[in-house]
């Protein structure tokens, strides 16, 4: 699926035109981005969560050349799943495993 499938499906929904539902599609998805930009988190229950997470500072290596190099730490977004679309997709979580009996032999 892509954004202008999203457009389309919002458009025909909602009995807009192209041009409207892209320009939702767009505010929704700007007013996401401002405020990963500001460090804040975004919950759209029970879809999930957009967060901004830290990658600290490491070294990695040229896989050509085999030259160390410094990876300067960063920010990097991130989305979690909430339990309405783990249940969509996956259906509902079952009971964990048989549990192992303490009895001896």
Do not use: C, W, Y
Not at 37 to 49: A, D, H, T, Y
Not at 54 to 68: I, L, S
């Amino acid at each position: 699926m892509t954004k202008a499938d999203i457009v389309d499906s919002l458009a025909n929904e909602h009995e807009l035109s192209k041009r409207q539902a892209g320009e939702i599609v767009d505010l929704i998805l700007d007013e996401i981005t401002s405020a990963l930009k500001q460090g804040e988190k975004v919950q759209l229950i029970p879809f999930g969560s957009f967060v901004v997470r830290e990658r600290r500072a490491r070294t990695g290596r040229n896989p050509q050349t085999g030259e160390v190099l410094k990876i300067a730490a960063r920010k990097v977004p991130a989305f979690a799943p909430g339990k309405g679309l783990k249940d969509a997709v996956g259906g509902p979580k079952r009971g964990g495993a048989a549990k192992k009996s303490s009895r001896k032999k």
